[in-house]
C-alpha cells in the first residue's frame, strides 16, 4: 500500500515562490509520480511527472516555470517559481502503480494512488 500526503501550500504573490511537498510511504516504489492541480469551476490538470531515472515533462502552462523533483526516499516536490494567479489552484500528488514508468503525455487514469491535496492561493 502507498500513501501519498502533501504539504507546502499557502499563499504567495505573483512572481513569487513556492516548493510544494508530497511524502510517501509505503513499501511499493512507483516508477512515475506527478503532481496534478484542480482549480474551483475548472477540470484537472497535469502540472508534471517524473518517471524513475529522472525523465520529466511538464504541462504546458507551467513548463519553463515549475521543477518537478523526487529524492532518494521518493518524497516528491514540485518548486513553482514567477507564481501566476492563475497557479491558484488544489495541488494533489498521485503515483502510478500499474505499468511501468510514465505515459507521454500521461492521463489521470495512469494514476491509482493520489494525495488529499495542499492549496495553493497566488494573489495579485
Known amino acids: 500500500q502507498l500513501v501519498l500526503v502533501e504539504s507546502g501550500g499557502g499563499s504567495v504573490q505573483a512572481g513569487g515562490s513556492l516548493r510544494l511537498s508530497c511524502a510517501s510511504e509505503?513499501?511499493?516504489?512507483?516508477?512515475?509520480m506527478a503532481w496534478f492541480r484542480q482549480a474551483p469551476g475548472k477540470e484537472r490538470e497535469l502540472v508534471a511527472t517524473?518517471?524513475?531515472?529522472?525523465?520529466t515533462y511538464y504541462g504546458d502552462s507551467v513548463k519553463g516555470r515549475f521543477i518537478i523533483s523526487q529524492d532518494i526516499t521518493d518524497n516528491l516536490y514540485i518548486q513553482i517559481n514567477s507564481a501566476k494567479t492563475e497557479d491558484t489552484a488544489m495541488y494533489y500528488c498521485?503515483?502510478?502503480?500499474?505499468?511501468?514508468?510514465?505515459?507521454?503525455?500521461?492521463?489521470?487514469?495512469?494514476?491509482?494512488?493520489w494525495g488529499r491535496g495542499t492549496q495553493v492561493h497566488v494573489s495579485a
Open positions: 498521485a503515483a502510478r502503480v500499474v505499468g511501468w514508468l510514465c505515459n507521454v503525455p500521461p492521463t489521470d487514469d495512469d494514476f491509482a494512488r
Open positions: 509505503g513499501t511499493y516504489r512507483p516508477t512515475c
Open positions: 517524473i518517471a524513475l531515472g529522472g525523465r
